[in-house]
């Protein structure tokens, strides 16, 4: 039986992330086809059977570039949504500055003449901070 199994699978394209994807599309649509009216269920199973046509496809060369493409869609999403976590900016408390999110050890502030950014350690109170591009001193809370 085991062999049957391999001779089939044989130069099948077999599972990738694209696949994956898709497979955990189906779920959920499938699980939203039980709360909402509509045509999930069928949107569903449309994926589901596009999901394992993939699978099962004996041309490699086009699913490999079918899963590179979702590959570079998806680290476009990766890289906005780690952007954003790394880059959040807040209002200073009242003050005219901003800083934005590093670490836990860190603050960064920016420069409010040349908005160079200046990376100063946490828990210091207020700090006069210089700036070493255009020689600018201002106070900010670590």
């Known amino acids: ?21 898709l497979m955990i599309l189906a779920i959920v649509l499938w699980l939203l086809s039980m709360f909402v009216s509509g045509s999930f269920y069928t949107l569903a199973v ?7 046509f993939r699978m099962f496809s004996r041309n490699i060369s086009k699913r490999a ?8 869609h998806e680290m476009k999403v990766r890289n906005y949504f780690a952007k954003m976590k790394g880059k959040r900016t807040f209002a200073n408390k009242g003050q005219s500055g901003t800083y934005t999110q590093a670490d ?6 920016k420069c409010p003449n040349c908005k160079q950014k200046i ?14 591009k255009c020689g600018k001193e201002f106070v900010r809370r670590s």
């Not at 039986?1 to 994807?21: A, L, S, T």
């Not at 570039?65 to 570079?72: I, K």
């Not at 836990?104 to 502030?109: L, N, P």
């Open 65 to 72: 570039a079918e899963n590179q493409w979702y590959l570079r």
């Open 119 to 132: 990376r100063v350690p946490r828990g210091r109170g207020k700090i006069a901070i210089t700036c070493r």
């Open 104 to 109: 836990q050890t860190h603050r960064i502030f």
């Open 46 to 52: 449309a994926v589901m059977v596009y999901a394992y």
């Open 1 to 21: 039986m085991r062999e049957k199994i391999q001779r089939f699978m044989w130069g099948r394209y077999g599972n990738d992330r694209f696949n994956q994807f």
